[in-house]
């Protein structure tokens, strides 16, 4: 696997490219953890945030692993329209996601400071786990190429997303960060 990172302003950019270069198929899933703080300064205001995200389903949880079912998002997993963050508790795995051209696009919202963080993703990218740690105004936003357990879930007949490659094979892949505002 190659990474190239690459900044320009208030952008940061990731090429991925995954190779085989084996005689034996390779299966793998791709994601990142990145953490970001909302409200973007420390003591703003949470309540005039916006989380806002892509998707329209989630997978069922059962001890923090994807059941194999999924099911639309009700009112405390739909990000789409936005929601602040002030009390969210989550730890999450969202999927259905809807992309803006050839991107997926989440949007972190600082409403009183008329900014944002955008998070971009190619269509290589199905999932999102979303995630709020015990710190106040901070939330994990993680796109991935699969869901959680996807090995096994796949094991059992369940598409959950894992990725092949055959012998010589690549694929690439893109992230984007930013902010505006």
């Not at 916006?50 to 997993?77: H, K």
């Not at 190429?145 to 690549?170: C, V, Y």
Request: proline share 7%; aromatic share 8%.
């Amino acid at each position: 696997m190659q990474i190239r990172y690459s900044l320009a302003g208030r952008r940061l950019s990731m090429a991925i490219t995954v190779s085989n270069p084996s005689a034996e198929e390779l299966p793998y899933g791709f994601g990142i953890h990145p953490y970001f703080r909302l409200p973007i300064v420390p003591g703003g205001d949470p309540d005039r945030t916006r989380v806002v995200l892509p998707a329209s389903n989630y997978w069922v949880l059962d001890g923090y692993i994807p059941t194999g079912e999924i099911r639309p998002v009700d009112d405390r997993l739909d990000f789409r329209k936005g929601q602040p963050r002030t009390h969210l508790k989550l730890d999450d795995v969202l999927t259905g996601l809807t992309l803006e051209g050839d991107h997926g696009v989440c949007r972190l919202v600082d409403q009183a400071l008329g900014a944002e963080t955008r998070l971009g993703f190619d269509r290589n990218f199905r999932e999102l786990v979303v995630f709020t740690p015990p710190a106040d105004g901070v939330i994990a936003v993680e796109p991935y190429t699969q869901t959680t357990d996807a090995i096994n879930l796949e094991g059992r007949g369940i598409e959950a997303g894992l990725r092949r490659l055959g012998h010589d094979q690549q694929e690439s892949l893109s992230l984007v960060m930013e902010t505006v505002g």
